[in-house]
């Protein structure tokens, strides 16, 4: 996956450092792939998940990054750094475009520890998204350590697709799905998976647009990227990622879905290219 020379980055899409966003109040926190792991040892251990990921010990980061550096696709070959901002450019268009009364998010790169509406985050919970301030967090340094952690390569591709799975949480929440998430209920059928296999299908719609479009900022998507895309949504299954913390798999106690789950709707997002086709809740065949 590259980046087109001439294309325009917004440098507003994402920020570093710096102030938080408020205390608790702002919904737990969503989509953490780290969180994931977080939610299952939670279950495990008889703890309350919402106390892992929406009010974390770790402590709030101070550094300060600017992205102004970071005005074309030509620049992520200077600065690696710009292709977050890239990511967002991208998505932000697409989602201009496809959904009524869209209004843009942006991510927040953080390294330790975060403050947010959702609370106080640290690293291990992921990349994340807040309803409470709108913004995606993620700390960019521990991305790649955790795809290593769930057994698969850090990419282009596989991060593009965590930040698009996080942008669907934001149209989710701009589209009042998001709350459905937040009842507490558990396994392959619950709301909770449901929200979470839409976001991959709304990051496997988006693939589709951006490796069409001539004028966006990602380029030259490739069958390599492809297998990545979903091999990352493989290895975020609730099962793989029980199988890794050394347990049997429990069904009962999945947050996010399979890794069959994943990657179907995954595969479906993309191979419709149509984000009505990302209707999870209304069928039980959510491909497990």
Known sequence: MDFKQDAQ??????????????????????GGIGGIIMVILALVLGLNPGDLLGGGSGQPDTQQTSNAQCRTGADVEKNPDCRWPAYMTSLGQYWSQALNGFQPTTMRIFSGGVQTACGTANSQVGPFYCPGDQKIYIDDDFVGQLLQQLGTQQSTAAEAYIVAHEYGHHIQNL???????????TGPLSNGV???????????????????????????????????????????????????????????????????????????????????????????????
């Open 9 to 30: 980055i917004d440098t507003g899409s994402v920020v570093g450092g710096g102030g938080g966003g408020g205390g608790r109040g702002g919904g737990i926190a969503v």
């Open 175 to 185: 589209t009042g799905v998001l709350a459905r998430s937040q009842d507490g209920q």
């Open 194 to 288: 449901r929200v979470e296999l839409q976001a991959d299908c709304y990051a496997g719609v988006w693939f589709k647009w951006a490796a069409q479009n001539p004028d966006d900022v990602i380029d030259n998507i490739t069958q390599d990227d492809l297998a990545r895309i979903v091999d990352a949504a493989r290895v975020v299954g609730d099962d793989h990622i029980q199988k890794q913390s050394g347990g049997g798999v429990n069904p009962d106690g999945w947050t996010h879905g399979s890794s069959a789950q994943r990657k179907f709707w995954v595969s479906k997002g993309f191979n419709s290219g149509d984000p009505n086709q990302c209707d999870t809740f209304s069928t039980d065949d959510l491909g497990a």
